[in-house]
């Protein structure tokens, strides 16, 4: 019984964090984008310019009420699914979240201010209300990922078993899984935002609107996901090195290393079983290259702990891992033939195969932001505090969480298809007509519709 | 002031200011659901729409701040809360959730069948919502959370007289709310006929409210001993302000003096919220959990509070320029109404 509640349980949060993800990372760097398209209109009298931020500004709310949703629904998911972690460590991570909630309030309250001054700001006090939403969106990034990187680097409390008693709030906050953790997730942010952004005025471009909002539309995005990406694959790469000292199974679970040895093979894909990996391409001794720059570099495996210890589905995990790196690689491609368009020609690629390489980045860098989830939660298994706290002692004993998870998904389905459809149909509009003001999720209405008045006197 | 009791005033406070602001949100759910259909209903429901307007979002933070406060200050006392009462949570929690998509997408929502369904999933999740809350408070106030995991009956815990009545008392007051601040908002809409419509339900929740506040105290007696005897003790200034200031209100709304209505009903709902925390004082869990008991380690109530009068200092500001730029801007178009139409001359309206 208790078994199925647990995977009930990370069913449910697996689902409902791998959906508030994408949101988060629409909410964290959409904001920029927006306002480097509004950036770009009033330095150089760009109109199209200028029109891009006034649509992506409405896409941002629109994103932000969802994400303010999905983010409630996790925070009460801290005590309907995992009571006995945040009884136990509540006291401990919580003034982090104490600090997004302020972040995440200020990030509500300017985008209002940004959306309705618009027609009734200064431009450029217009754009400087916009920079507290790109701030405040990385500083709740910082809080939530820190309180991850705390589970993965447990410290700052005591004793270790039982009631905490003693807490050492930086130590929380800077634990030692923030340096790596916390830039790797901003980036991907960055990165996702930045190609499925690029990747929607592709499509567009590929069923032939070439004008200049299109060209606009593709470059701003693309340009700042092609920077992030790089640095992106140095960051995670630093990350997987880092893991590989501090959470040596989590690493071996990546990996499929099944005993601590040194020149331990590279696997790319493959299936995990206890008596080595099955399929997959090996490259002899490059793993623990990876890991220690030398092929005599020993890695842990994962016999060095019971099996209890050991995170489960080993060939997915390995699988989120390989193509999070693949799609990284290939993403890093794409960057590369933009610069080289952009070096020789100062403009983007004008074929259709990069068009529809940009058309699917966005699908893919999404894919690799989930792998990446699945990575660093499925790896952390079976613990929810790194070698402090089982993920199945934290686990509500409440019956019933099947039930929730059902409800869960069939109304997030609902959630993201009409999310979807409603922001469709924005831009539908936004291509049909020479768009008048559009009403919106804190769209000003300080005025009372004309005919409420009208009414009374009729 | 020690600590733990520190943190306690900030979660009161918290709770006091979603209560209030939250509650007149889910109240103009309400009136939009019992509107009724077609022509009818079009002109409040165009009212209540303008004046949830674009603050929603603040108000909704509040929640999540009195849920982050509770976990990370008494982490023992939110655990017992959580999972005990994991039924009537979850289903706030979904009220929640259709709630917010309704408000997400009523707006961008243009054909009439979207919207309609967009309206519906609002008014019925802004009655679901807060009566699941009152059934919570309910379960808490009767001293049927015990501390640990899933300690307490996940059915009776929530499902008994007590629970209901609060739960009801929720719903009622959360009408209420909505209904005063209805009638400001149909002033300055300039709609007397919306004033008088409004005003009328104002009187009616009133009486519904008192009834069954009164109820509620009924049932306390015979059921939550220790917060019915705070509330006679202790409490009894804020209880009896609190029937003072419902009161002036309804006084208020017949005369049509409707200047301070709003202030003294959001202070007629603080007061029965701060007497039922001084009732149960120093409880946190009537007779389970003291708040002294359940309270974090010094350092992190420190920076709780560290972070909340940095919150004070930052966000209040923020907040205070968007009410002033609604503000100005109200008066400038209400003095030249087709101000509205016209662009900034140096911004493009896309």
């Not at chain 1, 950036?39 to 629109?62: E, F, M, N, P």
């Not at chain 1, 909002?213 to 990350?239: K, M, N, S, W």
């Not at chain 2, 008392?169 to 908002?185: E, G, I, M, N, P």
């Not at chain 2, 009410?323 to 101000?339: D, G, I, K, Y």
């Amino acid at each position: 019984m208790l078994a199925t509640t647990l995977q009930a349980a990370r069913s449910q949060m697996a689902f409902t964090l791998g959906f508030h993800i994408i949101l988060a990372s629409l909410g964290v760097a959409l904001p920029a984008l927006m306002l480097i398209a509004n950036y770009r209109g009033l330095r150089h009298q760009d109109a199209d310019a200028l029109r891009l931020a006034q649509r992506w500004s409405k896409a941002v709310a629109v994103t932000f009420a969802v994400g303010a949703v999905t983010g409630t629904v996790l925070s009460f998911e801290f005590g309907l699914l995992w009571p006995a972690f945040t009884g136990r460590f509540g006291g401990v991570f919580g003034v982090l979240f104490a600090i997004e909630g302020i972040c995440f309030f200020l990030e509500a309250i300017f985008i209002a201010i940004y959306i309705f001054g618009w027609k009734r700001l200064s431009p450029w006090a217009h754009f400087w209300t916009g920079v507290p939403v790109v701030i405040t969106g990385l500083g709740g990034a910082f809080s939530v990922v820190a309180v991850n990187s705390w589970m993965n680097q447990p410290q700052g409390f005591s004793p270790t078993t039982g009631k905490v008693t003693s807490v050492e709030p930086w130590k929380v906050i800077f634990n030692p899984a923030v340096p790596y953790e916390v830039p790797h997730m901003i980036l991907a942010a960055y990165l996702v935002t930045g190609f499925l952004v690029a990747s929607i005025y592709a499509v567009g471009m590929l069923r032939g609107r070439r004008d200049r909002i299109h060209r606009l539309g593709l470059l701003i995005p693309l340009t700042v996901a092609c920077i992030a990406t790089p640095i992106q694959f140095a960051v995670g790469d630093t990350a997987a090195r880092a893991i590989a000292k501090d959470q040596p199974i989590k690493f071996a679970g990546m990996e499929c290393v099944q005993k601590t040895s040194t020149d331990v093979t590279e696997y790319i894909y493959g299936r995990c079983t206890s008596s080595g990996v099955k399929g997959g391409i090996g490259i002899p001794g490059f793993d623990s290259f990876l890991v220690g720059w030398s092929t005599s570099t020993k890695v842990i495996g994962l016999d060095s702990v019971p099996p209890d210890d050991r995170p489960p589905d080993n060939t997915m995990l390995h699988w989120a891992f390989d193509t999070m790196v693949g799609i990284c690689t290939v993403l890093i491609l794409l960057a590369l033939w933009l610069g080289i368009g952009w070096w020789r020609k100062k403009d983007f690629p004008q074929s259709r195969w990069f068009l529809r390489a940009t058309a699917v980045s966005g699908v893919a860098s999404i894919v690799a932001l989930e792998c990446g989830w699945i990575v660093t939660e499925v790896g952390r298994q079976p613990w929810i505090v790194y070698n402090v706290m089982r993920t199945s002692d934290a686990v509500t004993k409440a019956s019933g969480i099947w039930v929730t998870f059902g409800l869960i998904v069939g109304l997030y389905v609902a959630l993201g298809v009409t999310l979807v459809v409603a922001l469709r149909a924005m831009s539908r509009r936004w291509r049909s007509e020479d768009f008048p003001d559009e009403p919106g999720p804190y769209a000003p209405e300080a005025s009372p519709p004309p005919d409420l008045a009208a009414g009374a006197r009729g | 002031m020690s600590s733990p009791t520190a943190v306690a005033v900030v979660l009161w406070t918290g709770a006091t200011i979603y209560a209030v602001f939250g509650g007149a949100d889910f109240g103009a759910g309400l009136w939009s659901l019992l509107a009724g259909r077609g022509d009818r209903a079009r002109r409040p429901r165009e009212l209540i729409d303008w004046a949830i307007g674009p603050v929603w979002e603040a108000n909704h933070v509040w929640l999540i701040f009195v849920i982050v406060v509770l976990w990370t200050g008494f982490s023992s006392a939110f655990e017992a809360i959580f999972s005990t009462l994991f039924i009537p949570l979850s289903l706030a929690a979904l009220g929640i959730v259709l709630r917010g998509s309704g408000f997400a997408f009523q707006h961008t929502a243009r054909r009439p069948s979207g919207r309609a369904l967009a309206v519906a999933f609002f008014g019925v999740a802004s009655v679901l919502t807060p009566f699941f809350m009152g059934t919570v408070i309910g379960a808490i106030a009767g001293g049927r959370v015990p501390v640990g995991n899933a300690a307490g009956d996940p059915v009776t815990s929530w499902l008994n007289p007590l629970s209901l009545v609060i739960g009801a008392l929720f719903v009622a007051t959360c009408a209420y709310l909505a209904a005063v601040f209805l009638v400001s908002d149909a002033r300055r809409a300039r709609a007397p006929d919306l004033e008088q419509y409004f005003v009328n339900r104002a009187l009616v929740s009133a009486i519904v409210t008192g009834a069954l506040a009164a109820a509620g105290l009924v049932v306390l007696r015979n059921d939550a001993r220790f917060v019915f005897d705070g509330l006679k003790g202790d409490a009894l200034p804020l209880v009896i302000l609190s029937v003072v200031c419902g009161g002036a209100v309804l006084v208020l709304l017949r005369r049509n003096a409707r200047r301070g209505a709003r202030v003294l009903a959001a202070g007629a709902v603080a007061c029965v919220i701060w007497a039922w925390g001084v009732a149960q004082h120093p409880y946190l869990l009537p007779q389970k959990l003291t708040i002294a008991a359940a309270a974090a380690p010094s350092a992190t109530l420190k920076s709780l509070l560290i972070v909340f009068g940095v919150a004070v200092l930052v966000v209040l500001p923020a907040l205070g320029l968007l009410f002033t730029l609604v503000q100005r801007n109200l008066v400038r178009e209400t003095a030249a109404p087709t101000a509205h139409d016209k662009p900034h001359p140096d911004t493009l309206r896309g």
